[in-house]
Nanobody, 122 residues
Framework: VQLQASGGGLVQAGGSLRLSCAAS????????MAWFRRAPGKDREFVAAIRWSGSSTSYAESVRGRFTISRDNAKNTVYLQMNSLKPEDTAVYYCAPTRTVAAATRNEYEHWGQGTQVTVSS
């Protein structure tokens, strides 16, 4: 599976960004896709996850109500709409396949590609 995350950039606090993740060669053992992030000097942090089928999603408490994860199965693409961004959202964002949405909340990912940098200025 190849993963291409894009859409990051520099934005002022309160602004919005939309990240995209195109997955090629998706393995059907991965029932869900997730976004996680890593800020400098910090551990990997789960952000959001969504099943490829159905409507099950999960969000980290820190982003709930501000971020929305969605998918386009026909394009094998997952999106992360990020609104009301805060400086503490600054990080490299990665997308990754995961066995289940619950596994994603435990930061259990099968693999991931290059992330996309999100920088929020105050």
């Amino acid at each position: 599976v190849q993963l291409q995350a894009s859409g990051g950039g520099l934005v002022q606090a309160g602004g919005s960004l939309r990240l995209s993740c195109a997955a090629s060669g998706r393995t059907f053992s991965s029932a869900a896709m997730a976004w996680f992030r890593r800020a400098p000097g910090k551990d990997r942090e789960f952000v959001a996850a969504i099943r490829w089928s159905g409507s099950s999603t999960s969000y980290a408490e820190s982003v709930r109500g501000r971020f929305t994860i969605s998918r386009d199965n026909a394009k094998n693409t997952v999106y992360l709409q990020m609104n009301s961004l805060k400086p503490e959202d600054t990080a490299v964002y990665y997308c990754a396949p995961t066995r289940t949405v619950a596994a994603a909340t435990r930061n259990e990912y099968e693999h991931w590609g290059q992330g996309t940098q999100v920088t929020v200025s105050s």
